[in-house]
């Protein structure tokens, strides 16, 4: 992966290209300690990931974060800061980054973000392939019968429902079978997959769509309720990230704490297809 570094503080800086440098994860291509000047050579530059700081002088890091998401959408951000108030992390996450480290920094925090960073980068442009494998019709045939050698084994899909507190409810079971229907036959979730596990169970594909539909539903309000608890946990932070999305996750979080009606909305197929990728992702 390629790093770069902004902060207004030339010792923050320093310290993270050490850390990045001496524990081999990657090369640092550029830093800047003027929010305005580096936006300029992030387009540039076109790093992988950059580190920024959320306070800085002439411009703070969200802003930085939207100029340079809305010219370039493929470079990955990670927020460092002293700032703990959760509505600011809030926005940060809102404006795209994918995590944020509280100052001061710690070298195995760094070591471990960044690799968790860096693997989500390279499940995404594998999931990339794999979709463009199946728009090629002359390829599709080959992607099914790799997927369907490879399906065996659901152990790591259940595991991760189990962290995220679902394995208790009904609809655990029926994200398992579609989950296992699509490692089989290949592809990602719809409404024909859904049709097919329900024939198969002899039940009706609306029953097993609603049981799935309230996991998921369980499983976003535990998410939730540990990022009130504690930002920095690896399942609010590294494994929720799969399958839901952020706004679905703090409306959530409002909810739970009185400042909303209604809860996070849940998307059966972006839920489905991050079971996918993270159970393929094993497979790597």
């Given at each position: 992966m390629r790093y770069y570094i902004v902060d207004d503080s030339i010792g923050i800086?320093?310290?993270?290209?050490?850390?990045?440098?001496?524990?081999?994860?990657?090369?640092?291509?550029?830093?800047?300690?003027?929010?305005?000047?580096?936006?300029?050579?992030?387009?540039?530059?076109?790093?992988?990931?950059?580190?920024?700081?959320?306070?800085?002088?002439?411009?703070?890091?969200?802003?930085?974060?939207?100029?340079?998401?809305?010219?370039?959408?493929?470079?990955?951000f990670v927020m460092i800061s002293k700032v703990s108030d959760k509505e600011m992390i809030a926005q940060a996450y809102d404006a795209g980054i994918e995590f944020f480290i509280q100052k001061p920094i710690n070298l195995k925090e760094i070591e471990s973000v960044l690799g968790n960073v860096a693997e989500k980068r390279k499940m995404n442009s594998m999931m990339n392939d794999i979709k463009g494998i199946f728009r090629d019709e002359n390829s599709q045939e080959q992607s099914l019968q790799k997927s369907s050698q490879e399906g065996e084994g659901y152990g790591d899909i259940i595991l991760f429902l189990g962290m995220l507190g679902m394995n208790g409810e009904k609809g655990?079971?029926?994200?398992?079978?579609?989950?296992?229907?699509?490692?089989?036959h290949g592809g990602f979730y719809n409404k024909t997959a859904l049709e097919e596990v329900a024939d198969l169970s002899g039940d009706s594909s609306k029953n097993i769509e609603q049981r799935m539909r309230r996991a998921i539903k369980k499983g976003l309000s535990n998410v939730a309720s540990i990022g009130l608890s504690d930002y920095g946990n690896d399942i609010f932070q590294?494994?929720?990230?799969?399958?839901?999305?952020?706004?679905?996750?703090?409306?959530?979080?409002?909810?739970?704490?009185?400042?909303?009606?209604?809860?996070?909305?849940v998307a059966i197929p972006k839920f489905i297809d991050g079971l996918i990728m993270y159970k393929n992702s094993k497979n790597v």
């Amino acid at each position: 992966m390629r790093y770069y570094i902004v902060d207004d503080s030339i010792g923050i800086v320093k310290a993270i290209e050490n850390i990045i440098e001496s524990r081999d994860i990657g090369d640092v291509i550029g830093f800047e300690t003027m929010p305005d000047k580096a936006v300029e050579e992030i387009i540039l530059k076109k790093p992988d990931i950059v580190l920024v700081d959320l306070l800085m002088p002439t411009m703070d890091g969200i802003e930085l974060v939207k100029k340079v998401s809305s010219i370039n959408k493929n470079i990955s951000f990670v927020m460092i800061s002293k700032v703990s108030d959760k509505e600011m992390i809030a926005q940060a996450y809102d404006a795209g980054i994918e995590f944020f480290i509280q100052k001061p920094i710690n070298l195995k925090e760094i070591e471990s973000v960044l690799g968790n960073v860096a693997e989500k980068r390279k499940m995404n442009s594998m999931m990339n392939d794999i979709k463009g494998i199946f728009r090629d019709e002359n390829s599709q045939e080959q992607s099914l019968q790799k997927s369907s050698q490879e399906g065996e084994g659901y152990g790591d899909i259940i595991l991760f429902l189990g962290m995220l507190g679902m394995n208790g409810e009904k609809g655990t079971t029926d994200i398992i079978s579609v989950c296992r229907y699509l490692l089989k036959h290949g592809g990602f979730y719809n409404k024909t997959a859904l049709e097919e596990v329900a024939d198969l169970s002899g039940d009706s594909s609306k029953n097993i769509e609603q049981r799935m539909r309230r996991a998921i539903k369980k499983g976003l309000s535990n998410v939730a309720s540990i990022g009130l608890s504690d930002y920095g946990n690896d399942i609010f932070q590294v494994y929720a990230n799969y399958v839901f999305d952020f706004k679905s996750i703090k409306d959530e979080m409002n909810y739970i704490e009185g400042k909303k009606q209604n809860g996070g909305r849940v998307a059966i197929p972006k839920f489905i297809d991050g079971l996918i990728m993270y159970k393929n992702s094993k497979n790597v």
